[in-house]
């Protein structure tokens, strides 16, 4: 372990082999550190957080600090990073309130200077945040969503998996898998194509991801319809499935 003698750090907590923690730092009470993981100076940890192995934590994140909710009534809740995340300068993540329990934050995320992260928030592995996105709470974003820099995303919104969503617009609907999404107000703008054939996503995939979505976006159905033909007309592959599961299970509705 390379801990600098400035650092302060809890009794309780727990330290992981090949830990390294910059000057100035903090860690509190009933914090877990995974091994090789490297916080920078000026870095909080607060209490009941737990941070995976081989992670990155820049100068003057905070964690684990009480979430923004006057609901919150001090209840024992956690904070839960996985392994190989890097969160840079200045991101706030927030404990969870009695509602969910937790907050969390997946494997091989990467969450870029002065984003927040609110209580009970779901963020998911290999998701990315640009900077300074700000959340309420009990947002969820699915697996390798991506969120560009300075938007705003509303309490209870759900981001599904291989999203894209452009810089600087508002989020107060539910965003479907695979899509990209940009404007006043937010709209689909086409499937997230380049990203999913990154990720390694077929062509005969692309094709029926594209059915489906004309289906859903440019037809004259309604939502109800356009799954009904969906579930009716389309393999029911494991993308299909998400699709169809995501769209049924909206509370806030989806962004068309």
């Known amino acids: 372990m390379n801990i600098h003698p400035s650092v302060i750090v809890h009794p309780s907590a727990e330290l992981g082999r090949d830990v390294h923690i910059g000057p100035n730092s903090i ?4 914090v877990i550190i995974g091994d090789g993981t490297w916080i920078a100076n000026g870095v909080v940890v607060q209490r009941n957080t737990r941070i995976g192995s081989a992670c990155r934590i820049y100068t003057g994140a905070v964690l684990g600090t009480e979430p923004q909710d006057l609901k919150y009534k001090g209840e024992e809740t956690f904070l839960e990073i996985g392994d190989r995340t890097t969160i840079r300068e200045f991101t706030t993540v927030n404990l969870g309130t009695a509602q ?19 209580h009970d928030c779901d963020i998911r592995d290999h998701v990315i945040l640009a900077n300074a ?6 947002v969820e974003i699915h697996e390798h969503a991506v969120v560009g820099g300075v938007v705003p995303i509303h309490q209870f919104v759900k981001i599904g998996c291989h999203a894209m969503i452009g810089g600087g617009y508002r ?13 006043y107000p937010l709209r689909v703008v086409g499937l997230n194509t380049i990203g999913l054939r990154r990720k390694g996503f077929s062509s005969e995939t692309l094709t029926l991801l594209k059915k489906a979505y004309s289906l859903l976006f440019h037809s004259n159905l309604n939502v109800s319809q356009a799954v009904k033909r969906i579930t009716g ?15 049924t299970n909206s509370q806030r509705g989806i962004v068309r």
Request: charged share 25%; with cysteine.
């Open 27 to 30: 860690v509190g009470e009933k």
């Open 100 to 118: 969910r329990g937790k907050t969390t934050v997946g494997n091989d995320a990467m969450l870029m200077s002065y984003v927040h992260v609110a």
């Open 133 to 138: 996105v700000n959340m309420g709470g009990h």
């Open 171 to 183: 989020v107060n609907q539910d965003i479907c898998p695979y899509v990209r999404v940009a404007g």
């Open 233 to 247: 007309e389309l393999p029911k592959t494991e993308e299909i499935e998400r699709i169809v599961h995501f769209v």
